[in-house]
Every structure is written in structure tokens, then in C-alpha cells.
């Protein structure tokens, strides 16, 4: 859900994570709630904060089907596995959102709750997911239509089997989640090893920063607190991008930038 890296030599934002503010669709689904896709991150946690307007988040997880009240100022976060559904109860739900391991959900992690038949076929959840460019379409208005149209029927398909998967959960338990985890687990397999860069060069590669900071100052040496400074990044122009769960507005870390100094 948001940007993917960092600049050599600029340091990722903090944590390793990534952060994007996210306008939740208002389209009503077959249920008659608004919201987005339901889906799953297979790899990486996400958390949100509420900066405006109500809902809710509804999920399937180890605990089973819960559903937490969203308004502003709610923070809440979730780990891999939990099948999260964002309902616009407002209209106007806005988020900004922390993503784990930068890069790396945007490389295939996630998985919408598809019905099983799709889920089984590659292929099949390939079209399924697919958003076309706005370099196929002659105009901005007549590209942005499209790729409405194409973000809604997504939603729409992932709507109809996490339905059916909640329903199972409620009746079940988390046990009904198994067939739609190994589904998962299958559609990323053949990427997950090119996901290792994102976390070496992201949240390991901070991680270890931090080991070499800390063993330093217990011995008495701060050398790298000359190094310190200020950076920024940019949103990239343009219209917000059609994500799973709403429109981004997403922030481009791969160009990410020390502030110029200036007094």
C-alpha cells in the first residue's frame, strides 16, 4: 500500500516500513456496506491510524471473525494472515497507513479473498487482480473510469468469497481459514525468494544500524550522530493510485531526499 524502498545512501524511513494515506471506497458491496477488498498479507504487518470520518474493520484471524469501530484516532495493527475488510461507514473514512518490510507487499504479498475455484487457478486470480495503466487509455477521465470499474469488480469478486469464508469462520473457527492459507501460500511461493532484498536492505539493515549505534555509545564513541540529517520525500504527480482497500496517495521513498539546509 505504499512506497517501495529507499535511495542509495539515504536511510529508509524508520523502521523499515512505508506510509500511505488512504481514501476508503465508498461503492457499496452485495453485503450493502461500503468499503474495500477484503484480502491478506502473507508476509508483513500493517497498522492504521484513523485521521477522518467513521467505520470499521472487520477480520479473520487466529481469534476468529471480529469487528473494531474505526474513528478518528483509532490505531490499531495486524499481522500476517489476517484477512482485514476496511467498511466505510461515513463515506468519508481516510487512514494513513504503516506498512511493514517497504516494498515488499507491493511485490505480490498480499492475497484477496477470492472464491476457491479462483484461488486455485493462477491464471484466473491474475486477470482477477489486474488493474490496467493509464498509459492503455487515450485520457485521463477515460482512464481513471476504467480503472474504477476494474478496482470495483476486484472488490466485488473479493467481497463475494470472504462472505462465504466468514460465515464458515463464525460457524467453524479459525480452522475454516487452512484452505484459504494454503491457497495463499501457493500463489506467492515462486516470489517470495525475490522478496529477501526488501527486508536485507529495510528493516534488518536498520535493525543492525541500531545494534552498531548502541554497542558504540556503551563504549563511549557517538561517531554516527555527525552523520545525522533531515529527509523528505515526495507523492509522485498525478492522480491517487486504485489500491485494495481504496485510493492512495502514496509517497515515493525510492526518492527520497536530505532536506537542503537553509536558514
Same mark, same amino acid.
Given at each position: 500500500?505504499?512506497?517501495?524502498?529507499?535511495?542509495?545512501?539515504?536511510?529508509?524511513?524508520?523502521?523499515?516500513?512505508?506510509?500511505?494515506?488512504?481514501?476508503?471506497?465508498?461503492?457499496?458491496?452485495?453485503?450493502?456496506?461500503?468499503?474495500?477488498?477484503?484480502?491478506?498479507?502473507?508476509?508483513?504487518?500493517?497498522?492504521?491510524?484513523? %485521521?477522518? !470520518?467513521? @467505520?470499521? =474493520? +472487520?477480520? &479473520?484471524?487466529?481469534?476468529?471473525? $471480529?469487528?473494531? /469501530?474505526?474513528?478518528?484516532?483509532?490505531?490499531?495493527?495486524?499481522?500476517?494472515?489476517?484477512?482485514?475488510?476496511? %467498511?466505510? !461507514?461515513? @463515506?468519508? =473514512? +481516510?487512514? &494513513?497507513?504503516?506498512?511493514?518490510? $517497504?516494498?515488499? /507487499?507491493?511485490?505480490?504479498?498480499?492475497?484477496?479473498?477470492?472464491?476457491?475455484?479462483?484461488?486455485?487457478?493462477?491464471?484466473?486470480?491474475?486477470?482477477?487482480?489486474?488493474?490496467?495503466?493509464?498509459?492503455?487509455? $487515450?485520457?485521463?477521465?477515460?482512464?481513471?473510469?476504467?480503472?474504477?470499474?476494474?478496482?470495483?469488480?476486484?472488490?466485488?469478486?473479493?467481497?463475494?468469497?470472504?462472505?462465504?469464508?466468514?460465515?464458515?469462520?463464525?460457524?467453524?473457527?479459525?480452522?475454516?481459514?487452512?484452505?484459504?492459507?494454503?491457497?495463499?501460500?501457493?500463489?506467492?511461493?515462486?516470489?517470495?525468494?525475490?522478496?529477501?532484498?526488501?527486508?536485507?536492505?529495510?528493516?534488518?539493515?536498520?535493525?543492525?544500524?541500531?545494534?552498531?549505534?548502541?554497542?558504540?555509545?556503551?563504549?563511549?564513541?557517538?561517531?554516527?550522530?555527525?552523520?545525522?540529517?533531515?529527509?523528505?520525500?515526495?507523492?509522485?504527480?498525478?492522480?491517487?493510485?486504485?489500491?485494495?482497500?481504496?485510493?492512495?496517495?502514496?509517497?515515493?521513498?525510492?526518492?527520497?531526499?536530505?532536506?537542503?539546509?537553509?536558514?
Amino acid at each position: 500500500m505504499s512506497g517501495g524502498g529507499h535511495a542509495a545512501g539515504v536511510p529508509g524511513f524508520p523502521g523499515g516500513t512505508a506510509v500511505s494515506h488512504l481514501q476508503v471506497y465508498d461503492w457499496p458491496a452485495a453485503d450493502g456496506q461500503a468499503g474495500g477488498s477484503p484480502h491478506l498479507h502473507t508476509a508483513s504487518a500493517e497498522g492504521y491510524v484513523v %485521521v477522518g !470520518g467513521e @467505520g470499521a =474493520l +472487520e477480520t &479473520l484471524s487466529g481469534a476468529g471473525y $471480529a469487528r473494531t /469501530p474505526l474513528r478518528p484516532g483509532t490505531l490499531l495493527w495486524f499481522t500476517p494472515g489476517t484477512v482485514h475488510r476496511l %467498511v466505510n !461507514g461515513s @463515506g468519508d =473514512l +481516510e487512514l &494513513l497507513v504503516v506498512m511493514q518490510n $517497504a516494498g515488499l /507487499p507491493e511485490s505480490g504479498d498480499a492475497v484477496l479473498t477470492y472464491p476457491p475455484d479462483v484461488l486455485a487457478d493462477p491464471a484466473a486470480y491474475a486477470r482477477a487482480t489486474a488493474i490496467p495503466a493509464w498509459t492503455d487509455f $487515450a485520457d485521463a477521465a477515460t482512464a481513471g473510469a476504467a480503472m474504477a470499474r476494474a478496482a470495483r469488480e476486484r472488490r466485488d469478486l473479493a467481497v463475494e468469497g470472504y462472505l462465504r469464508l466468514r460465515d464458515r469462520v463464525r460457524a467453524e473457527g479459525p480452522g475454516a481459514l487452512a484452505g484459504l492459507y494454503e491457497a495463499a501460500v501457493r500463489l506467492v511461493r515462486d516470489k517470495a525468494a525475490g522478496w529477501h532484498h526488501h527486508w536485507a536492505r529495510g528493516p534488518h539493515a536498520q535493525a543492525e544500524a541500531t545494534r552498531g549505534h548502541v554497542a558504540g555509545l556503551a563504549a563511549g564513541e557517538g561517531g554516527h550522530l555527525r552523520d545525522s540529517a533531515v529527509y523528505t520525500a515526495e507523492s509522485p504527480p498525478g492522480p491517487r493510485r486504485n489500491g485494495m482497500c481504496g485510493t492512495l496517495r502514496v509517497w515515493d521513498l525510492d526518492g527520497a531526499h536530505p532536506v537542503d539546509g537553509h536558514g
